[in-house]
């Protein structure tokens, strides 16, 4: 967790509490064993969907056949996982297809060096474009370019190359099928997990002290819950529309105990011995159980049970607070957070009744609230949004297009050298390149390391077991489906295993279909090696570093955060304005524009050449960007709890402002030179909207409150972005044409609201 220092320009920034060499940040990344994607019935799917085609096709005296059907199933199996029915058909058969295309396209052109690079190059820049449609098509558009690659260095005859597509085409199908096998039994089984692992996580952050300077809670589970529920798209069963309004509810529960949490705060600052403060914890604490008692039901398909009673509790600690009006607090502030609380205990108990209902029932109850206009995030199958996002990126200014370019030409580079020279099984060169080489440095040099690494620890393996067990096809496909299995199971958990495994998967493979292990083992380790250092080459020749992105993905942060403020403010100041789901999608959107930038800050720490200033500043970026975000969510919390009240005129001024003056910041963080005098004084704004307006009304004490939070954060985001883009420039402050901020008078500008 970041502490905090204040600058000498009074403002407060957060800091790492330790810095991290890159040494260990890259050994880090190296040895990072990420238990959650270990999935045996996924596993264990693919393998026998990858033995089956084996077992058939030698038992009918086709192993050719056999081999190519596996081929497909086991190219097919990187697409499966465990994530909704619909969403996980689609992609998988997406895969099949274009893998059978691709075994056509290569076996078709591999008997001419000049046709079998070009195609081969031309598909290696499409899929390198794909990046930017999301990884749903870069993973097929990996996939279906090494399977090209590896057809390309056996040319057949226009027939055999057909019969080969279509030999993958049912290999794919038959791994598909076996992932959805369980569709019309278990057809809502990954929304139930998703949506009960969501619970989980709210129960155990509720209760828990709610830190400004953190992400809010249960952010991950909250973005998988969605993306499980948006394949709902277009089905509305009962079980489909509980499901959603499940979703609805736990969003709402979400910023309920989030802004339940930070008033006890307030009350613990105001008056740390008063009563209710004890009240407000137990409830709390009541909250995480029945959210716990909902998660265990989900995961289980089972009733609660006794702990729903537990919501007549959280009633009765409501009344506590209710009663507790006027006594022993020393400031009329004081009453008007015992307002708030009250409020927010009195929602959030009719929010845990209603997802108590909705998970024991199959008729969803209340849900004629919810808002059935969903968030539509466009799919990459749909030609016109993958088209559009395709065309934005056909520049030089965009990484994913120099990430296309690059491995365009280190797939020609290296292809042309194992066909020129030609080299046993040189088709191993293309394939490691497109394996190893990445958009961003940190992936890159891990995954040539472990590629390397693994690649000769599992051509040792695969030697050890054929100098040690009978050499026999019974034999070797029990291997392949161990291998199959080991690869897919603990192999998406560290790359250097899945290294490993795939390695010697391959030698049996070749083996099974009469190739000498011997010089399956010494062409693949050599060959190996020689794509893994080009695509490093290719790499460090043309480099797109984390640091030149990491400004980019901050101003993309901060769009998608003035959008999110745009939208509540428009909900106070214009009743009606805005519906629901508009606010629920910008919230979306801002939470995955913060793990973007999250994800891009741990590349930058692993780049050559990242200073620990650097980092610093990124993270205190981080930091301030998240107190913002706090204030936020709290004012979307209240906006259903808090009576209507005329607008202040005074807030649209400082809403206004406070667009103004992320928009400003994005134009820095885009290489603009934005003066001192452009920006608003939110300081005086705020101070005008503390004078404007009946304090003790209880939506004008919240929007008080978190304005304050706003103008504190914004004031500290804007010195921490002036100072970034200043270290990008090396320039001094003087140089730089902006002045830093000036602390005014009263509060610093970092401090906490």
């Not at 080489?437 to 690649?455: C, H, Q, S, Y």
């Not at 695509?535 to 999110?564: F, H, Q």
């Amino acid at each position: 967790m970041a502490s905090n220092s204040v600058t000498t320009s009074g403002v407060t920034t957060a800091q790492p509490a330790a810095r991290v060499s890159q040494a260990r940040v890259i050994w880090r990344l190296l040895t990072h064993f990420d238990h959650s994607k270990m999935v045996p019935s996924l596993a264990l799917r693919n393998a026998v969907g990858m033995i089956l085609p084996l077992v058939v096709g030698f038992a009918l005296g086709m192993p050719r056949g056999g081999l190519a059907m596996a081929s497909g199933a086991l190219n097919v199996s990187y697409s499966d996982g465990h994530d909704p029915y619909p969403q996980r058909a689609r992609r998988m058969l997406a895969s099949t297809v274009w893998c059978a295309i691709a075994i056509f396209l290569g076996a078709i052109t591999g008997h001419r060096n000049v046709e079998a690079v070009f195609v081969a190059t031309a598909w290696a820049f499409i899929a390198g474009m794909l990046v930017a449609v999301g990884t749903t098509a870069a993973d097929v558009g990996v996939i279906s370019l090494v399977l090209l690659v590896v057809y390309a260095a056996q040319p057949l005859t226009p027939r055999q190359a057909a019969e080969a597509g279509v030999l993958a085409l049912a290999g794919g199908l038959l791994q598909t099928a076996l992932s959805i096998a369980l569709w019309p039994v278990r057809r809502y089984d990954p929304e139930r997990r998703a949506l009960g692992n969501l619970f989980l996580e709210l129960a155990a952050a509720a209760g828990q002290p709610t830190q400004a300077a953190n992400a809010p809670p249960a952010t991950v589970a909250t973005a998988h819950a969605q993306d499980a529920i948006n394949a709902l798209d277009g089905n509305n069963s009962v079980e489909s529309i509980r499901f959603r309004a499940l979703l609805s509810q736990a969003e709402r529960i979400r910023l309920s105990t989030m802004m339940l949490a930070r008033l006890r705060l307030r009350m613990q600052r105001e008056n740390p011995n008063h009563a209710a403060i004890g009240a407000v914890s137990r409830y709390l604490e009541n909250a995480s159980e029945i959210l716990r008692a909902i998660g265990e039901a989900l995961f289980g398909n089972k009733q609660i049970g006794l702990q729903a009673d537990r919501v007549t509790l959280g009633i009765a600690l409501t009344y506590q607070i209710r009663a507790q009006h006027g006594i022993g607090s020393r400031a009329a502030f004081f009453d008007a957070v015992l307002q708030d609380a009250q409020f927010q205990m009195d929602a959030l108990s009719g929010q845990l009744r209603a997802a108590i209902d909705l998970a024991n029932n199959a008729t969803p109850e209340g849900a004629a609230a919810f808002e059935k206009k969903e968030k539509q995030q466009p799919l990459w199958l749909r030609f016109s949004s993958t088209i559009a996002t395709i065309h934005a990126n056909l520049n030089f200014g965009s990484a994913v297009f120099r990430h296309a370019l690059r491995l365009s030409f280190a797939m020609a580079a290296g292809n042309a050298i194992g066909r020129e020279f030609d080299w046993r099984r040189s088709y191993w060169i293309p394939m490691t390149i497109v394996l190893v080489l990445k958009p961003e440095f940190a992936v890159t040099f891990t995954r040539g390391v472990l590629r390397i690494t693994g690649t000769i620890l599992g051509l040792l393996l695969a030697t050890v077991l054929f100098h040690f067990l009978p050499i026999h096809v019974a034999t070797e496909i029990i291997m392949i489906g161990v291998f199959t299995f080991l690869m897919r199971w603990i192999g998406p958990a560290n790359y250097g295993v899945f290294a490993v495994m795939i390695s010697a998967l391959v030698v049996l493979l070749l083996t099974i279909n009469g190739v000498s292990p011997r010089e399956v083992i010494l062409a693949r380790g050599m060959n190996t090696a020689v794509g893994g250092v080009l695509a490093l080459l290719a790499y460090l020749v043309w480099p797109t570093w984390e640091r030149s992105r990491v400004g980019d993905n901050v101003a993309a942060m901060l769009r998608a955060y003035r959008k999110y403020f745009s939208a509540v403010a428009k909900s106070y100041s214009e009743k009606g304005s805005v519906e629901r789901f508009e606010i629920e999608r910008a919230r979306q959107e801002g939470r995955t524009a913060r793990t973007n930038l999250e994800a891009s800050v741990e590349r930058l720490a692993a780049e050559p050449g990242a200073t620990p200033d650097q980092i610093e500043r990124v993270n205190a970026i981080l930091a301030s960007s998240h107190r913002f975000a706090h204030a936020v969510m709290a004012l979307e919390a209240g906006l259903p709890l808090t009576p209507d009240v005329p607008a202040r005129s005074e807030f649209r001024v400082f809403a206004a402002d406070v667009e103004k003056t992320l928009s400003l910041l994005e134009e820095i963080l885009s290489g603009g030179r934005v003066p001192e005098k452009k920006f608003p004084n939110l300081r005086e704004d705020h101070t005008s909207l503390l004078a404007a307006g009946d304090p003790e009304k209880e939506r004008y004490a919240l929007v008080n409150i978190e304005a304050d939070r706003m103008t504190n954060s914004l004031n500290t985001l804007r010195e921490e972005i002036v100072a970034w883009s200043r270290l990008g420039r090396g320039q001094s402050t003087v140089e730089s044409g902006i002045v830093p901020v000036a602390p005014r008078q009263g509060k610093a500008h970092g401090e906490g609201g």
